[in-house]
T-cell receptor, first 111, second 114 residues
Framework: DVKVTQSSRYLVKRTGEKVFLECVQD?????MFWYRQDPGLGLRLIYF???????EKGDIPEGYSVSREKKERFSLILESASTNQTSMYLC??????????FGPGTRLTVT | KQEVTQIPAALSVPEGENLVLNCSFT??????LQWFRQDPGKGLTSLLL???SQREQTSGRLNASLDKSSGRSTLYIAASQPGDSATYLC?????????????WGAGTKLIIKP
């Protein structure tokens, strides 16, 4: 079974803090993704990566950056957290036929 | 531009009934279509993937069909159970998208009444 894990299920941070969200997959997938999910807005792609050290902007990259130093790990960084970044963050990886598998999500609250 | 629609937004049925969830897309040039379920506050679970050359896929009580010419997919759930209550999402990858990104429907919230 494909397993995608995320470092935290729930996270509370203060405005202006630097926040790291970690995602690890164990299936040797090349493709990894970060989404955020908000009521009424659905899933929106923040960043994705097709290979180590490679990253591409998604639909809403502003205020975020990513890091992929190893194939199995994809990190999302909020350089200076703001209240409008309060959301559910979902990581995914996909296989060669682009079937996506998701992690359990991180509910981030920025106060 | 590819758009994905799921109607209805919510559905409530008695336990034991067979039911169909609908997904439609505007551009028939798709690479694949994937169905997911999401429980409240949780991540997404992949249910079925249908590749462009396939017409249907089955997993247990679930059957997903794909008709590219009409721009439709259906997810059939047999003998529904309360544990099937969740939001069901479909997503497609357009053949014209070199990045192979998923285009998402808004989901159907399914409630199975005991």
């Amino acid at each position: 079974d494909v397993k995608v894990t995320q470092s935290s299920r729930y996270l509370v941070k203060r405005t202006g803090e630097k926040v790291f969200l970690e995602c690890v997959q164990d299936m040797d997938h090349e493709n990894m993704f970060w989404y955020r999910q908000d009521p009424g807005l659905g899933l929106r792609l923040i960043y994705f990566s097709y290979d180590v050290k490679m990253k591409e902007k998604g639909d809403i990259p502003e205020g975020y950056s990513v890091s992929r130093e190893k194939k199995e790990r994809f990190s999302l960084i909020l350089e200076s957290a703001s209240t409008n970044q309060t959301s559910m963050y979902l990581c995914a990886s996909s296989n060669r036929i682009y079937e996506q598998y998701f992690g359990p999500g991180t509910r981030l609250t920025v106060t | 531009k590819q758009e994905v629609t799921q109607i209805p937004a919510a559905l409530s049925v008695p336990e034991g009934e067979n039911l169909v969830l609908n997904c439609s897309f505007t551009d028939s040039a798709i690479y694949n279509l994937q169905w997911f379920r999401q429980d409240p506050g949780k991540g997404l679970t992949s249910l079925l993937l249908i590749q462009s050359s396939q017409r249907e896929q089955t997993s247990g009580r679930l059957n997903a069909s794909l008709d590219k010419s009409s721009g439709r997919s259906t997810l059939y759930i047999a003998a529904s159970q309360p544990g099937d209550s969740a939001t069901y999402l479909c997503a497609v990858i357009s053949s014209m998208d070199s990045n192979y990104q998923l285009i998402w429907g808004a989901g159907t919230k399914l409630i199975i009444k005991p």
